[in-house]
Every structure is written in C-alpha cells, then in structure tokens.
C-alpha cells in the first residue's frame, strides 16, 4: 500500500528524469512554477537536485569506505567455533549452516561406550542472563519429549567459546538435539514412489507426534518438508521442535522485518505476528500434506514479489488439491502421478471428495475453523484410508449447532477461568508490586502499577491484541497458581476463538463482568485501586461500545477520586472520561458540567498554560463541536492546538490528533478546502510518526475521505475510505464499530458515483452489523440506512423508503449530530414530493432549511442544498414565482459548491430554474438553463433514467409553451425534436 | 541435513524469476559460506583488505564450481549476494550496538542505533534506511544502489542482472545516488 507521500517520492522521481539534463535556470523556473501548485514536490525536487549537483563522487566513496569498513570488523569477530571445540559435553565436529537463526554443527560424544551424534545449535544474539534463566527451566520440558515421531533435545546448556572477541557477554546458550541421517519427507516419497495411501500414512505418524508435543503445551511453528527427515526405516522425525519459540525467549529472533520463516507453509496468524497454536501447526501439516498428495503447494507463490506473496499467503484461498492437480499441464500430472505409483486419472479422482475437505479444512484461513487438534486431524486421515465417513463433512447445520454449543460452553468456562486468570494475576502482581513498595512508597504507584496491568489484559483496542496479551498473561501465572491443566485447557479454549470477532456479548460476560465482581470484592478496602480499576474497567467498556455500561463505572471512579485529595491527575483523566461517556449518551448538560469542572480543575493544578490542561482544552472544543456550538468550540480547538505544537511539536500524538480535530471542526464549519489542507498535513506526519496502520492515521484517513468527498472529488475521496477500512479491518476486526462506520461512509460514496449495487451491499452489511451492536438509533447506523433509502428511492421503491425514513425520523434525537437528523429530514421530504405529500414536504424542508441558516450561515453547502430542494418542491406546486425567487440568487453559489461529484445538485437547480422559467414565460432563460442541464445531467455519474425522462419531458414543455406563446420562432420545429427525442428515451431501458 | 549444492542453480534461478521463498533459502545458503571464507582471509592476515567483490567471488567459486558455470546466474549470485552481505553488516552493526549498551538487554530499535554507534557503521544503517526507502520509491534503483555497494558489481553486471539497458540503469543510478546523498545528509553530525 502505498502513502501519498511515497507516490509523491514517485512522481519527484519521474520528474528528476526529465529534468536532471536541463540547465539551471531552466530548471529553476520549473520549480518555482510547480511550487505554485505544490510545494511539497517542488521542495524534494529542489533537494535532489541540490544533492545531484554536491560531490557525488566524494560520497561514493565515503559509503564504500565505511561499507568496507565494516565488512571487516564482521569478518574479524570471528564467531565460528573451530573444529574440536568442547560445547559443554560434545565435541564440534564441522560446522553444517547458517541460518535465519544461528549457526548449526555437527557434534559428537561417547555415552554408553557408543558415539552420540548431535546437531548443535548456537543462537547468534547474546541472551540476556535472566533468558538464559528462563530457557534452562524450559529445557527440561523440551528434553522430556521423547516419541518416535521427534527428533529429541538431547541436551541444552551454555558454554565459554573460547576465542573471546570484543563482546562483553561470554556465556552462550546451545541447543543439542538428536542429529538424524535421512531424507527430507517429500524427497523421500518421491524416491520410493510412495502411493498416496503410503503418504497419508507418513504424515499420520506426523501428527501423532505433534499431538504428543501439544499436549505438553509445544508448538513447533515451523514444519515444513525440509524439517521431516524420514530415517532409514522409513520413521519421519520432526526437527527443531520447540526451536522457534526458545529462541523467540532468548530474544534471538531477527530484527524487525527480517523474519525468516517459510512463506509457503505459515499460517496467516503467523505472518501477521500473532501467537502460534496447535492450529498454526496443523496449517503447516495441511500445507505438507497438500503438496505430498497433489504435487504442487496450495498457493502459488513463484514469480510474486515478497509483498504480494505475504499478502497472497494471508489472504489468498487455496485450490482443491485436485483442482490445482488438474490444472497442471498433462507432463507435469505424468511426472507427479508417477511417483504415486498411479495414473493422473486416477490421481485426480482419488484426490476429489474427502481428501479435498480434509486439505481444505487443514488449510482455512481462521485457525478455529481448522482441526482443534493434531489427532482430529490424524482421525479424519484414518477414516479416509479407512474408507469411512470423516468428520469435517458433516452437514452445515449440524456444525452450526455444534459450534453455537461449544460455543456456550466455552462461555460458561471461559468465564470461570479468566476470573481465576484475572485475580491471579492481580495476586501476583500484588507480590510483585510489594517489592516494589520498598522502593517507592507511595499506595498510588501500587494502583497505578496494578491498574495498568487490567488495562493490558483488557485493553482499548478490542482484537487481536486482546489474545496476544490473554496469552501472555496465563503463561507468566507461576505454576502453583492455576494448574498445567486449567492452563492447558484455557489456552485451547481461547485458541478456539477468533478474538478479532467475538461477540460483544462474549466479551462482557465472560471478562469484564467478572472482573468487575471481583473488584467490587477484593478491593473494598482500598479505594485508590477500587478507582483505578473501576476507571480502566469504564475505557474497556467504552471502547467496545457499551457505554450505558461504562457510566457508573466512571461515575464511581469520579465519586472516589473527588474525595481523595492526592493525585489529581487521576481525578481529571476521569471527568473527562465521564463527560466523554456522557455526550455520548446524550447527557449533554451534565456532560458539559463535568467537563467544565475538569478544565478548572486542570487549570488550577497547572496553570492555563500547563501541559496538563491540553487534554482538558481538547476535551471542551470536542464536546462542544459535537453539540453544534461551532462558535464556542473554536478558540478551545485553536488553543489546544498550539499547545500542542508547542509542548511536544509536530510527530507527537497528542498535537496529530488535536491537528486532526481541528480539521474535522473547519469541515464542520464547512470550510473544506482549510480542512483539507489541515488534514493532508495532519497525514503526512502520521505517516511517518505513527505509520500507515496506525488507528490515528486510519482515523485520519476517514476524515480526508469525507472531507475530500465534500469538495466533490468523490473518486478520489474513494481511496482514502478504502484505505482505512482495510486498515480497520485489520486492526480492529470487521465487527468494530469503527470499521463498521467506515464501511457506511463508503457506501454513501458509492452510491454517490452511482455505484449503486456496491453501494447497497455495503450499505446492508454495515447496517446490519451495526443495528446488532449499536442499535438503530445510533448516528453510525443512521449513515447506511439512509444510503439504504435513497437507494429504494433511485429504484423507485417508494414505500419501502418511506418505512425507513420515518423509522428513522421518529427514533429519539439526544446524542445524534443535528447535522444527521437534517439530512435525513431532507431526504424524507423529497421522497414526500414524490408521492405528492406537499404540505408535509413543505413543513419539513422549512425546517430544515431555517436549522441550516442558523446553523451553518447561508453560504453553506448544506443550505444551498435545502434551497434546491425547497425550490423543486415549490415548483411542482406550480408556485413558479416563488421558486425563482429562491434559485436566482443563489446561482453563483451553486455552480461553485456544486461541482465535481456534486454535479447532482447543479443538475436539479438547473431543471427546476428551466422549468420555472419557461412557466414564467422567460423562455430564452428557460432554454439556456436545461440546455446546460441535459449536458451536465450527462456527466452526472449519479443520473438515473428518470431523471433523463424529466429533462425531456421539460424541453417538450418549454417549447410546447413557446410554439404558442410565438408561432413565429423555430419553437414549433424544436417541439416537434424533443418530442420525438421524449420518445425514443422513453422507449429506452432504464441503466 | 546438508543443503545439495545443486540446489543452488535451482534457487537461483527461481530467484531471477522473482520467487520470494528462494530468497530466504538461498540466504541460507549463501551465508555461511561468506562467513567463513570472511574469517578466514581476516585470520590469515589482519591487516588484509577485504573487499566485497573479492568475497563474493570467492563465495560463488565455492558454491558453484562443482556443478560447473553456468554463466548467466553468475551474475545473479552477485546479486544475491549483495542481499545477503546487506542483511549480515545491518544485523551485525545492530548487535554491536546492542553490546556496546553493557550487560543488561535491551531491544535496539533502528532510531537508537543510528544516535549511538560509531560514524562507519553508523553510515551502513543509514544507507540501509535509505535503500528500504528507495525500495518504496524505485524498486529497480535499489537494486542498483545494493549491487554496486555491496558486492561491488559494475553498472554493466548490473544491467545484465535486472535484464535492463546500460543507459536504464545509469538513469537509475544517477537517481539513486541523489536521493541517498539528499538521505545521508539529512541525518546530519551526531
């Protein structure tokens, strides 16, 4: 994906090509002339070529000196061992490779009178010493892996090496496992010509091993081909078991971006960074398995670049095996079916039906979708060769059913657990944090310290970044407080479920409620804790959208924190959580109060130019912008604003989203082209502060969508949506209300493009999903169903629209934006025009309209817009006069507002002033006005048939008029044209 | 558990064709083989000027001589090898860095790296951070700029490697070394 500032980098470079060969001055007046239009590129311009003209010659060989250089002093800090090096009880041999991870030898020791052959491997990173700790306990778990099917850690430890270089840290840390003489699995098929029956055998011994380590709690993570060795008599090994994560401890794995694993056997979760499970392993078996049977791998990521492979491996959905087997060409079926000892023919059809399920479930994209388990894998392989029925096909209905008990259940323990996790882990931390007293005494450090670790396991991002912390949390408990078991279980349990989309309900049964019960008891007695809690406890809930939930929480952290006379940093952080929680509720009295109060308490604590009163600033000018008090707002988002930049600058968080803020409020005000220009900024640095999937650059993203959107470059507006929905979805799920309310944002610009069908799928998921979360009432769900409604509109489904839009009308207005209920107000007044419910229409659009002109002042987009529509409605009430009355003054506006996406508008201003025109008898007007409306109805990407129908239908009126009022001029002929041209449209197919 | 040295040609030429697995396997390969001839000219003569070219030559002979030139991926070996030799000097001027810290562990990031390391290796990160960049940008120019820095390839070589013309890739060249000089100086003294 790429940032506007890297396809500006682009362009700068296109443009540095055709420039480099000019002279100077040639060269100088180009710039300054594109720095009219855009400073930006005209500035990298200048400094490239400002660095094109610097001695070039003279940096060349600085970077080869110290490319040299360095080359060196790596080649000088000689790490290899030399060959009969000691490396604790075995004796180096050779040195076999190098890979991502470290170096790799060939060992050799006497035990029991016979010689003992081993792979060493040393980790390249010095380990830290209390990893070092850590991976000597874990070692006895490895060492206690003793089955057919896995290579075993014979032994692990650290050594001196002797040759000290320059490094500080002496003791390293080595790996011994059991060396193994073989061939790699699929070699080895191959060789032996092994029938597909013979490789579903091998890859069933496989499992059964792997199900061995998983029950000890050992994930492999990196089975591929080359990590099975099949031995002499015929056994497979699996190699390097529990490697990956030992290493991980040690803090040994590659810098960042630098991951070495296999693309053709990881699972999506792992590219992605999430933790490993049973599931991630039988991915990797599917993937063996797939390419043992059928001959080629799932996915096919030859010829891709990295990115595209990376994306393909995450996303991409994997061929039948015997699909892809039979879209090979007949040679390489030959050749493949070959070495299964059996024709293509036969090949292919014993590949179809249960093998394919099997693949495919191994294969899913959602590791709860594939086998919980190794021996659930293994089992539905036995029932193949078995011929029997497997598991995987049971009918959808069944497995639904199954699932929503499973479900259930793990609910029910789910919830008994994350308590015990949840208290446990406050015990412990309590240990911890007793230790700390001694150090730093103070009772709030320990709430802090406390509070922050429920904030961890219960973050503010729902997602993926709640199981990465659930699971980190369960395995730092010490081991007599929740048994192997409990453990085992819980973690299987939670591995099952997809945290990006668990249902809200979930969530709050199974952790925050418990949680909060278990605060209520624990902490009766310490208040500062009970705060505390109580306080993350309320973000939790907001953050998922519960905000009814969050009140008392907040308002009970508010109550304790008032009455403490420490800490009044706490106090503030939560009024303004309350008075957040409370305009979002609609309680915009009491929100404003409690806001207020947080301000003077910030500015009493530091001063009106402290640091600490920024939030608070922030808070005010939000608060009040959400209210339409725009006025009021400005000088808190002005404020706030240069606060910022000043106490931390511009890359900072804080001062981005105070920039961000201040963006959407000149969008507000209607000031686009300020907003949009605030907010490119605003991007820029989130780009290269925060980074592309930051959720402040995704918000930001929205905004300059909509922004964008307003100024009528809706295409263009189109990218950046996408942009932070696909983001969103990553990072927040597809079921986050924030996603969701991006997806609803994007239907409205499709359907703007006239993207009709994309715009109503889109429209009906996000309404849907967020009816369910959110209920109907909520603005975020108001977006899409209104987009739903003019949708039924354009087809013309006039009654099913008017359902909706009275719903919505009729649906309590506290906490939705003024702005929301006009537009759909508006939106229902013109479908009453069209049912010809005039009174109606007039009383609503005359609302409408006077809100607007209080509101948003008469140049606004909006109220341009609700003239239009008062002015289309007078005219069908045939009160021509009145209508021009409305639209003559206000042409210049409309062809300056109206422009680019917006063309709609321009177009109905243009048809109404014809029309009225003509009634009025200014027949020349009249025909100036559709003339240019026929033509910018054509651009319009939003025209519907009948909107080319009506624009006929008005030439044929005004000429029919006239002929009569002047059978002199060629009207009578122009008569004759459109009405012929009238017919053939109406003869057409509607688009 | 040896790596068959005729997987080498294979994986070269799956890389020339853009396969994204092949490059970490060849990475794998190709490592441990620079590594020790690296150590071993420096152990013979410490004061030996080593130079990626010469290494990379003597890697390839190494590698490829068993099974024979093939003359067209001998070029390519180069260019993989300017990867590789790219990735070991960044990862070893990180670890470096991380010991200069003293005996407690702390994860380096790449903006800490660069404040605190000696000016050589600190100019290799910083050309690394440019390169990343220039990937973004002009994918073919970085390539140009990690062949010729790291494994010493002439333009001509280059040209043949990414299947371009002479006069291409000296375009891209000249690019290149604008945005790296704009980059470099950017980070400005310590």
Redesign the interface.
Known sequence: MSSPRIEMLQRAALLFDEWVEETAQVRASRLAALAQDEPGLADTLQRLFAAHERALEQTNSEVMASVGATLRDFAKDTDTLADGTMVGPFKVTRLIGVGGMGQVYLGVREIDGREQQVAIKLPNRRAAPAALARFRSERAMLASLSHPAIARLVDAGSFIPPNLSASSSAERPYLAMEYVEGTSIDAYADAQLLSIDARLSLVSQLLSGLQYAHERLIVHRDIKAENVLVDASGQPRILDFGIGKTLDDLGTSTAEGQRYFSLASAAPEQIRGEPSSAATDVYACGVLLYELLCGVGPLDLAELSVPAALDLAMHGVPALASQRFGALSPDAQATIAQARHCSPAQLRSLLEGDIDTILARALRKEPEQRYATAQAFADDIAAVRESRPIDARRNDRAYRMRRFIKRHRIATSLSALTAIVLLTSVVVLRLQADNLRQTRDTAEQVADFQSDMLRKVIPRESGHRLSKDVLAAIEALPMDAVSAEQRQAFKQLWNQLNATDLAISVVDGSILAPAKTAIAEQFKEQPLVDAALSHALAGAYESIGLSKAALPLAQRAVEIRRSLSSNKDHLIDSLTDLGIILNSMGREEEAEKILRENHDVSIKLYGAEGVGTINSTMALGFFLSSNGRLDEAEPYYKEALRRNRLEYGDRNVSTLTSMNNYGMFLANRGQFDAAEKMLRETLDLQLSALGPEHRDTLTTLNNLGIVIHRLGRTEEALTFIRSSLVGRRRLLGSKHQRTLRTLGTMAMLLHNLGRRSEAETAAREAMSELTDSIGPEHPDTQVPTRVLAALLIDQNKLSDAEVILRKLTSLPTSGVPENETLLTKSLLGGLLIRIENYDEADRLFQEVLNRRRDLLGDAHFDTNTSVINLAWLRVNQGLHREALSLLTPIESSVRNLFRGSHLHFLSTYLLQLGIAQAAEGNFAAAEAALTECMEVGARNARDLHRDLVERHEAMVDLYSRWSKSDPTSNATQKLQEWQQRLATVQEEKPR | ???RHSDVTQLLA?WR?????A??EL??VV??VL??I??K???AN?KAV???TD?VHASYERLVDQRGVVFANREHFFAISARV?R??????????N??KR????T?VS?SQSDTESP???R??LA?DGAIAELE???PR?AQVIEMR??SGMTLDEVSVVLGRSLATIK?DW??A??????H??DMGPI
């Open positions: 558990m040896e790596r799956k064709s853009g396969d994204a697995s490059e970490s990475m794998n490592y441990p590594k020790q690296a150590s000219s420096m152990s410490d080593l130079s990626a290494l030799i990735r070991v000097l960044v990862d070893h001027v990180r670890e470096r991380a010991e003293g005996g407690s562990w994860r790449l000016s050589e290796s100019d290799v050309l973004l940008v002009q120019a820095y790291f375009r000249r690019f070394m604008a945005f790296l000089n704009d470099l100086s």
